[in-house]
């Protein structure tokens, strides 16, 4: 009666682990998607970036450049005849 018992609840388990693992594997699946359409998705969400992007690098560059120019003039206007070294800092 105990070998019975012992066969029943491990086919039990059988059973119910291969359920389990069935039901991983079909959701798995199902949120699978083509790699070309996530590719694409991804290229969208960057084209609409793109704009937004070079405004913000021609922003930060112009303010660089601002900077630069003025601590050139104040090196000149000091004096200093040698302002190449602070314009390549």
Do not use: P
């Not at 491990?10 to 949120?31: P, R, Y």
């Not at 083509?34 to 998705?41: F, L, M, Q, R, T």
């Amino acid at each position: 009666m105990k070998k019975c018992r012992k066969k029943l609840r491990s086919g039990k388990m059988l059973v119910n682990g291969s359920l389990s693992l069935i039901a991983l594997v079909s959701t798995a699946i199902a949120f699978c998607q083509d790699g070309v359409a996530g590719i694409n998705e991804a290229n969208t969400k960057v084209r609409g970036y793109f704009s937004a992007g070079t405004n913000l690098m021609y922003a930060v560059g112009a303010i660089v450049g601002l900077i630069g120019a003025i601590k050139v003039f104040n090196k000149w206007n000091a004096g200093d005849h040698d302002t190449g070294k602070v314009a390549a800092a």
